[in-house]
């Protein structure tokens, strides 16, 4: 009786558990995380082509030849089958010729670094992580938001990414794409959203005690609104000044969303060029 209630107890907590969980990867609202989605649901029906029927073997053998079944063949002298040995050995063999296949394409289509193709012009968006909240520098815009970031629906958005501190990973889940972010360095992804929506921004690398609190709101939008949200940004009428820069890169957690009506063009160049020169000697 007690064990089981145990094992009920375990399979509701289980459940209970996993219900907080979201498919995000598996229900894009991004090109690249669409294909991302699709090639690991597709990956996942090739490996069960050889798991569904080694499951049911394992439970259909014991069954047939168990001890109490004394009306079953028995044959101790057999040793070997081809058939058997095709379909054990074939079949795995032909799925990891698949899988590599796979792999190979996808490897070079969903690099993060390569740009969609589209007939609209890529949105250039500069990202700075920082301890612990996220700093984006719309070049062309002249603008700059803490902790949020909007851009067209159906357009190609190109992120440049860097880190004030330590390193991090840029990730949005529901758009696909993840990338790290590191003091010195320029990394690039790539991504578009075809959906209008809110969609939840972390950072997927433990970065310290305010890694938590490291979110952001990415905003689809139409164009539209995208041009109203660049003119609200700019009424903030906040300067994105070297003293508020120094500001903004002291450690605090759970920094509110802040927006900048006008930045340095050259602010995120000068931020990489901060460390290359200190490793170079010049600093």
């Not at 880190?163 to 320029?186: C, V």
């Not at 952001?216 to 820069?245: I, R």
Request: with cysteine; net charge negative.
């Amino acid at each position: 009786m007690k064990k089981k209630l145990f094992q009920s107890t375990m399979v509701f907590a289980l459940a209970l558990l996993l219900s907080g969980c979201e498919l995000a990867l598996f229900d894009s609202s991004g090109v690249t995380g669409k294909k991302i989605g699709d090639t690991i649901l597709l990956t996942m029906g090739l490996m069960l082509i050889v798991v569904i029927p080694t499951i049911l073997m394992s439970l259909w053998i014991p069954f047939k030849y168990h001890a109490s079944k004394k009306d079953e063949s028995y044959d101790p002298e057999w040793e070997h089958s081809s058939k058997i040995e095709f379909f054990a050995w074939g079949v795995p063999v032909v799925i990891i010729v698949v899988l590599a296949t796979i792999t190979y394409f996808t490897s070079y289509s969903l690099d993060p670094r390569k740009e969609i193709v589209s007939d609209k012009k890529p949105l250039t968006i500069q990202v700075v992580a920082m301890d612990w909240k996220w700093l984006f520098l719309f070049p062309e815009e002249k603008i700059a938001v803490v902790n949020e970031v909007a851009f067209p629906v159906d357009r190609p958005v190109q992120f440049l990414v860097t880190s004030q501190s330590t390193m991090n990973s840029f990730f949005i889940p529901k758009l696909g794409g993840q990338i790290y972010a590191m003091a010195g360095m320029e990394n690039r992804m790539n991504i578009m959203g075809f959906e209008v929506g809110e969609y939840r921004g972390i950072s997927a690398n433990y970065s310290g005690f305010g890694f938590a609190g490291m979110r952001f709101k990415a905003k689809v939008t139409s164009d539209e609104d995208f041009e109203k949200w660049v003119e609200g940004v700019k009424a903030s009428g906040q300067v994105l000044t070297d003293a508020e820069y120094d500001r903004l890169i002291e450690k605090t957690r759970d920094h509110k969303v802040e927006y900048f009506s006008s930045i340095d063009p050259l602010q995120f160049k000068n931020i990489i060029e901060s460390f290359t020169g200190a490793q170079n000697g010049s600093n």
